[in-house]
């Protein structure tokens, strides 16, 4: 697999510095992944303001203030709970924009519902919008982890065309 995550930061990053605007990340299952990518390109300082690692439930609901009952009735892995991912994201911290990640990398941990690979990204922004979507990406650990960091800035791409659009 050969996805120039760099590239896509690096994208991401002239797109956010155009608009003057900030990120925040939540991550579950790429642990950091995300922040690492994108504090590798310069100048990240400039639009990346912070990023949360919320692997258990207990740090999902203490970091982001994701609801016990979400958690309960849909599970981590849910477009419920990356919504509130994303959303109490900006709300502890000083970004207009967030990306959410939380998925099944494996190589265990599947269900018939959720097989590894299942994984439910979140976009958000400060003016209240959040699009959330589920994948189901294929291969080991690292390729599934690789492929949510990949789509979660490609997302993010799109979802900051789609709001200048709208603004």
Not at 18 to 34: F, P, R, Y
Not at 97 to 125: F, H, R
Not at 144 to 161: K, M, N, P
Request: aromatic share 6%; with cysteine; net charge negative.
């Amino acid at each position: 697999m050969s996805i120039n995550l760099i590239g896509l930061a690096e994208q991401l990053g002239e797109k956010m510095r155009l608009q003057g605007a900030h990120l925040v990340t939540a991550e579950s299952c790429t642990g950091g992944w995300i922040g690492q990518v994108i504090t590798a390109v310069p100048g990240s300082s400039q639009w990346y303001d912070r990023g949360f690692i919320s692997y258990t439930n207990t740090a999902k609901q203490e970091l982001l203030g994701v609801h016990h009952e979400a958690l309960t009735e849909y599970g981590a892995v849910s477009e419920e709970v990356v919504k509130q991912m994303a959303e109490g994201a900006l709300l502890h911290s000083h970004a207009e924009y967030s990306i959410a990640v939380s998925g099944i990398a494996g190589p265990d941990g599947g269900t018939l519902e959720k097989p590894v690979g299942t994984v439910c990204l979140g976009w958000s922004s400060i003016q209240k919008i959040t699009y959330t979507e589920k994948k189901l990406f294929q291969g080991n650990r690292k390729d599934i982890r690789q492929a949510t960091v990949a789509a979660a800035l490609e997302g993010l791409i799109s979802f900051l065309g789609e709001h200048i659009r709208r603004t």
